[in-house]
């Protein structure tokens, strides 16, 4: 009996460990792809910016339904030569039922991530001195991180 017990302990430790890990890994996924952004944010990349991101866009509480907008929005974001230095990465976490109210506490936003954000979808948090960046990101049906949401720069 004692044996038994010991197996189902034993086994159910390495089960833990493999899903822990697992969830580390995605979350440094996550975290890496944020880091991709930045750097072509730093680079004035707006078309692969474009082509990181998916539709529809949520940006500081509002909705960007065109895919249009979106390829303006980051043309205007790197032809305004924003650079982001200095990055920490302060946490990346899976979305849970209440992650939408930390981009806006709306029927909107909350809409917006029962319908268009998967169980994969993740928070990356980064900062800079002078700011922080909350980047929402999810999976594309290949499997590929797309940036889907974005609020920020909020003063520290």
């Known amino acids: 009996m004692k044996k038994i017990?010991?197996?189902?302990?034993?086994g159910g430790l390495v089960a833990l460990a493999m899903v822990l890990s697992g969830c580390v890994s995605l979350q440094q996924q996550y975290a890496n792809s944020a880091e991709e952004i930045v750097e072509l944010i730093n680079d004035g990349e707006a078309k692969e910016l474009y082509q990181m991101s998916r539709t529809p866009f949520?940006?500081?509480g509002e909705i960007i339904i065109l895919d249009n907008d979106?390829?303006?929005?980051?043309?205007?974001?790197?032809?305004?030569g924003a650079k982001v230095?200095?990055?920490?990465?302060?946490?990346?976490?899976?979305?849970?039922?209440?992650?939408y109210k930390r981009f806006a506490d709306t029927f909107e936003v909350e809409s917006y991530f029962k319908n268009y954000?998967?169980?994969d979808g993740h928070?990356?948090?980064?900062?800079?001195?002078?700011?922080?960046?909350f980047l929402l990101m999810?999976?594309?049906?290949?499997?590929?991180?797309?940036?889907?949401?974005?609020k920020g720069p909020v003063a520290l």
Request: net charge negative; charged share 35%.
């Open 117 to 119: 954000v998967s169980d």
């Open 5 to 10: 017990a010991l197996f189902w302990l034993v």
């Open 123 to 133: 928070v990356v948090i980064v900062e800079t001195e002078e700011f922080r960046l």
């Open 85 to 99: 230095k200095n990055l920490v990465l302060v946490e990346a976490y899976p979305v849970e039922d209440k992650t």
């Open 70 to 80: 979106v390829r303006d929005l980051w043309k205007t974001i790197t032809a305004q």
């Open 58 to 60: 949520l940006l500081d």
């Open 138 to 150: 999810d999976k594309n049906k290949k499997g590929d991180k797309k940036l889907i949401g974005m």
